[in-house]
């Protein structure tokens, strides 16, 4: 608790006012940061609006098409994540347009930026009756409580007004169940199940009971949460599927593998070697990619040196790329070339940049790979797009901004020096 100073006729001519600490500064700038917020969040609701008012002078019927595009430019804006662009622009709409309460909590600094957050995001389902039941309790508990009690608290308050349609809700919701990989560094990844409690608990409840018997034998080096995500991974991967139907049996992972073609032959990765990549996933461990290399029938090989009978153009003989062209197209890039995308370049169609039906050739230096969301963007959101320097994108958006977005590799050139071909710099 901090202490309270005591007042001036209590101290007599003693009396100063109390010196600010380190802490005090911090707390001045969490409240300023605080006031920051709520300005953002009524700049971005107020960007929102003007956008969707714009497309519809304009007569833009495709409305998710619009809403992706707005999204897309502020993600590219901001240099944020496509996904945290669309979080920001839906907290900034629930909380201007209908929690004026929980604005005027961040924007005097007696709560903050998170808390506001939590809140948004936990009454967008929040069915309009119960808003003015919930709302005035919440900002209660947001000015005096930490992050992670406030929403343990909003979680408790919100199902505790909303008891009598739990029922109903629960159906909806499990209409939504759904499984998720989420990557993260070092060559790991989130697995991640939005499945009904009770057997989201059982599945936990069995793992970890499968764990601590793993856990319990003599020789063990290996924590509990170690040893359950390996039997997670053994019950999913070499489980018994006999209750499967006959498709889903034998099913095997399909990676593509980018690394050295001589690191292959090395036990370690050799100093100044580029690391081993795996589409959609990135960088993995040297051990690993050879791993894969060499144990599965599902990988794609893609050596750093030139290799002879690459098709980069079928001009304008066909609509189609070839096989080895739509790979090559996808193994450039990587990913969705759309700014600040993350869909792997195997999820997504095959764009030609200069449309076909306007004169653009079937070739390399017309075609990208673009995720469905963002292809429609493209062609119906009122965006420019077109291919640059060795692959790279460039899109201008409808407010005239200018967005290039790499590929994640660099197509080498070849010239002829001393009667040799030879690499140019990429």
């Given at each position: 608790m901090?202490q309270?100073?005591?007042?001036p006729?209590?101290m007599g001519?003693?009396?100063a006012?109390?010196?600010?600490?380190?802490?005090d500064?911090?707390?001045?700038v969490?409240?300023?940061?605080?006031?920051?917020a709520?300005?953002?969040?009524e700049?971005?609701h107020?960007?929102?609006r003007?956008?969707?008012?714009?497309?519809a002078r304009h007569?833009?019927?495709l409305?998710d098409v619009?809403?992706?595009?707005i999204?897309?430019?502020l993600?590219?804006?901001l240099?944020?994540?496509?996904?945290?662009?669309?979080?920001?622009?839906a907290?900034?709409?629930v909380?201007?347009?209908?929690?004026?309460?929980?604005?005027?909590?961040?924007?005097?600094?007696r709560?903050?930026?998170?808390h506001?957050?939590i809140?948004a995001?936990?009454?967008?389902?929040?069915e309009p009756e119960f808003?003015?039941v919930i709302?005035p309790?919440?900002?209660a508990?947001?000015?005096?409580?930490?992050?992670g009690?406030?929403?343990r608290?909003?979680?408790?308050?919100?199902?505790?007004?909303?008891?009598?349609?739990?029922?109903e809700?629960?159906?909806?919701?499990l209409?939504?169940?759904?499984?998720v990989v989420e990557?993260a560094?070092?060559?790991?990844a989130?697995?991640m199940?939005y499945l009904?409690?009770?057997?989201?608990?059982a599945?936990h409840?069995?793992?970890?009971?499968m764990?601590?018997?793993i856990?319990?034998?003599?020789?063990e080096?290996?924590?509990?949460?170690q040893?359950?995500?390996d039997?997670?991974?053994?019950?999913?991967?070499?489980?018994?599927t006999?209750?499967?139907?006959?498709?889903?049996?034998?099913?095997?992972?399909?990676?593509v593998?980018?690394?050295?073609?001589?690191?292959?032959?090395?036990?370690r990765?050799?100093p100044?070697a580029e690391?081993?990549?795996?589409?959609?996933v990135g960088?993995?461990?040297?051990?690993?990619?050879?791993?894969?290399?060499?144990g599965?029938?599902?990988w794609?090989?893609?050596l750093t040196?030139?290799?002879?009978?690459?098709?980069?153009?079928?001009?304008?003989?066909r609509?189609?790329?070839?096989?080895e062209?739509?790979?090559l197209?996808?193994?450039r890039?990587?990913?969705c070339?759309?700014?600040?995308c993350g869909?792997?370049?195997?999820?997504?169609?095959?764009?030609?940049?200069?449309a076909?039906?306007?004169?653009?050739?079937?070739a390399?230096w017309n075609?990208?790979?673009?995720?469905?969301?963002h292809?429609?963007?493209?062609?119906h959101?009122?965006?420019?797009?077109?291919?640059?320097d060795s692959?790279?994108?460039?899109?201008?958006?409808?407010?005239?901004?200018?967005?290039?977005?790499e590929p994640?590799?660099?197509?080498?050139?070849?010239?002829?020096?001393?009667?040799?071909?030879g690499?140019a710099?990429f």
């Amino acid at each position: 608790m901090a202490q309270i100073p005591r007042r001036p006729d209590e101290m007599g001519d003693q009396w100063a006012p109390p010196i600010p600490d380190a802490l005090d500064h911090v707390i001045e700038v969490a409240s300023m940061m605080a006031v920051f917020a709520s300005e953002r969040f009524e700049r971005v609701h107020s960007m929102h609006r003007e956008a969707l008012d714009d497309a519809a002078r304009h007569g833009l019927a495709l409305t998710d098409v619009v809403e992706r595009g707005i999204r897309l430019e502020l993600a590219a804006a901001l240099r944020i994540t496509e996904r945290a662009a669309g979080d920001l622009l839906a907290r900034a709409d629930v909380l201007v347009a209908t929690f004026q309460r929980m604005l005027d909590a961040l924007r005097t600094g007696r709560t903050t930026e998170r808390h506001a957050e939590i809140f948004a995001d936990a009454m967008v389902g929040v069915e309009p009756e119960f808003h003015d039941v919930i709302a005035p309790r919440a900002v209660a508990l947001a000015e005096v409580e930490g992050v992670g009690t406030f929403r343990r608290s909003l979680h408790r308050l919100i199902e505790t007004v909303r008891v009598r349609t739990l029922s109903e809700r629960h159906e909806s919701a499990l209409s939504r169940r759904r499984v998720v990989v989420e990557s993260a560094d070092d060559g790991m990844a989130w697995l991640m199940a939005y499945l009904p409690a009770v057997e989201a608990h059982a599945v936990h409840s069995r793992v970890t009971l499968m764990a601590k018997a793993i856990t319990a034998a003599d020789g063990e080096e290996r924590t509990l949460d170690q040893v359950r995500a390996d039997v997670l991974g053994d019950l999913l991967i070499e489980g018994e599927t006999s209750a499967l139907p006959e498709a889903a049996h034998g099913v095997r992972a399909s990676v593509v593998v980018t690394v050295p073609a001589l690191s292959l032959l090395s036990e370690r990765p050799q100093p100044g070697a580029e690391p081993a990549q795996v589409e959609g996933v990135g960088p993995i461990p040297h051990e690993r990619a050879r791993e894969l290399c060499g144990g599965s029938d599902g990988w794609m090989r893609v050596l750093t040196h030139p290799e002879t009978g690459m098709v980069l153009s079928v001009g304008r003989d066909r609509y189609r790329p070839t096989a080895e062209l739509r790979r090559l197209v996808r193994w450039r890039a990587d990913r969705c070339m759309a700014p600040g995308c993350g869909v792997p370049a195997s999820r997504c169609e095959i764009d030609h940049n200069v449309a076909w039906e306007h004169g653009g050739e079937t070739a390399l230096w017309n075609l990208c790979p673009l995720c469905k969301g963002h292809h429609r963007v493209k062609h119906h959101g009122g965006w420019t797009v077109a291919q640059i320097d060795s692959g790279a994108l460039e899109w201008i958006s409808p407010t005239g901004r200018r967005y290039v977005v790499e590929p994640e590799r660099r197509m080498p050139v070849f010239t002829a020096v001393g009667g040799a071909i030879g690499d140019a710099p990429f």
